[in-house]
């Protein structure tokens, strides 16, 4: 195996990514940076939208009406891809309220498979994609690699039907990071999914380069460890020389730092405000930080 | 386990809400069967054990079954097994009503008093304290029908039980109140479960001291 050195992948950064040619210090404008599907070399913006606890609202009209008003913020803002899952209660539900009253240009629609044996999952995945009201999923991923071997097997078939696009495995919270990295080493992904963010990091040292040497995408969950890291945050001042980075709030100094990670594809953070979805979106505008920078906001962010 | 509740407070007092509304007059008629078990306490007959144990198993049954799989499953997963843990306490209540053998009395001893005063709370108190809490009518976790003033009722009519020790029936009802007590008050901002948590530890060290003082 010839992983990438983590001293490597820290030269690499900002290489990868489709940033534009853009020297002004503001967030707000400027074209969106994206990054490209190894396994495609279809772009994607690189913030996403997630839904994890926060659009699990059940049949409330008033708060289903709510999360609908956060996506079409985000479809505004030129995001694209949203991730759900079965396992988030009425989550796909309400996304699927959502898709029917908003307008969008495009949409990368991405959940999961979370249960046990083919049936089950075969006809949990055609409720998600009636709960989504979709013709089809661009990704299904299987959720923290449960009976993954069996679930994978039939989302191959699926895709080479042409049922699904992209074929993924999902963890979170550094759950099973052996397993997950012996998944990636023996199937034909094209997605990843775990967290990685300021606090957790693990996966530099070998899910991420490993993502990169095999050409799978990734997915970044809990940007904000549930808001956890925000909330710790918002008590300093933002540095001054965020602005270096285009940032104007803590939000998208913690997302900047996880989309100029080289092997990163796309974050979701989740929201049930219209007001963080347009902050969460301005970290895919402007300057990304490079490897001196990201040090630096590292060492900021241990401090704080 | 808590930094993963799927769900916020926001939601979960939203759906009580629909709860409430589409079960209503329910929760009537829970008051009416709490009230009557009460007033068998107070005046004991030869069949109050039976019927405040088949109140019990009603109310058990009600909130594993309507409750948690046909309402809380919406927005929590974890409604699958905590549903079936009430319908099989649900069932063992109901098995214990059909066997007999327990009188309901209520006694004027320390653990008679705390029973009376469980009940009362439930029946009373904290349907008061969710309200000021901010998760009043149409949000509040009404008696029976709601499984946190359900349970603490439950202890408080477990303790005034007289015959064969009723410890065993506690065993579940007290692993819910340290479940659920503990996310309600940390996750969804419910200072009124205290009470849950509270009951369900003292609720079920009484039972236990009462076995012991039975065989002693």
């Known amino acids: 195996m010839n992983l990438i050195t983590r001293r490597k992948f820290i030269g690499s950064l900002g290489a990868a990514a489709t940033i534009p040619a853009w020297s002004e210090s503001h967030a707000a404008s400027g074209p969106i940076i994206t990054r490209a599907i190894p396994k495609s070399g279809e772009k994607v913006p690189m913030i996403g939208l997630g839904t994890w606890i926060t659009f699990n609202v059940g049949s409330d009209e008033k708060l289903r009406a709510a999360r609908a008003q956060v996506m079409q913020a985000f479809f505004d803002g030129g995001g694209t891809l949203i991730d759900s899952s079965p396992m988030y209660g009425s989550s796909e539900g309400v996304v699927g309220y959502g898709l029917a009253h908003t307008k969008r240009p495009a949409l990368f629609a991405a959940t999961k498979v979370w249960t046990m044996f083919k049936p089950l999952g075969v006809n949990q995945m055609e409720n998600s994609r009636k709960l989504w009201g979709v013709e089809r999923f661009d990704l299904m991923q299987v959720h923290n690699l449960l009976d993954w071997s069996t679930h994978l097997a039939t989302l191959k078939e699926m895709k080479a039907q042409g049922r699904l696009r992209y074929i993924g495995v999902t963890t979170s919270q550094g759950w099973r990071h052996g397993d997950l990295a012996s998944v990636m080493r023996s199937e034909p992904l094209d997605f990843v999914q775990f967290t990685y963010n300021v606090a957790d990091r693990e996966v530099e040292d070998v899910l991420l380069p490993l993502a990169a040497e095999r050409g799978i995408a990734v997915i970044i969950n809990r940007p904000f460890q549930e808001g956890a890291l925000i909330n710790k945050m918002k008590n300093f001042p933002l540095p001054t020389w965020a602005s270096e980075i285009d940032c104007t709030n803590w939000a998208q100094f913690l997302l900047k730092f996880i989309i100029s990670h080289p092997a990163v594809t796309c974050v979701i953070p989740a929201t049930r405000r219209v007001d963080h979805m347009q902050e969460n979106l301005g970290a895919m505008r402007g300057r990304l930080p490079d490897a001196r920078m990201r040090l630096r906001m590292l060492r900021h962010a241990e401090n704080v | ?216």
């Open chain 2, 1 to 216: 386990m808590i930094r993963s509740f799927p769900f916020t407070g926001e939601s979960y007092f939203s759906l009580f809400e629909a709860y409430n509304d589409t079960i209503w007059p329910a929760q009537i008629a829970a008051y009416l069967l709490g009230l009557l078990v009460l007033l068998l306490a107070l005046r004991p007959t030869a069949a109050g054990g039976r019927i405040a144990l088949a109140v019990l198993a009603l109310f058990w049954l009600w909130n594993g079954i309507v409750y948690h799989f046909g309402f809380f499953l919406q927005i929590n997963f974890a409604a699958v097994p905590f549903g079936t843990l009430f319908t099989l306490q649900g069932l063992l209540l109901a098995g214990s009503a059909m066997r007999g053998g327990r009188q309901l009395r209520f006694v004027p001893d320390p653990t008679g008093w705390v029973a009376l005063a469980f009940v009362l709370f439930a029946l009373f108190a904290y349907p008061l304290l969710a309200w000021l809490a901010g998760h009043g009518w149409p949000r509040a976790a009404m008696f029976g029908v709601a499984a946190t003033p359900m349970t603490i009722f439950t202890f408080g009519v477990l303790l005034m039980l007289q015959g064969r020790s009723a410890v065993l029936l506690g065993v579940l009802p007290l692993l819910w109140a340290l479940a659920a007590g503990l996310a309600a008050v940390v996750r969804l901002g419910a200072p009124e479960d205290w009470s849950l948590l509270l009951a369900g530890i003292v609720g079920f060290t009484l039972l236990v001291w009462k076995r012991r003082q039975a065989q002693a």
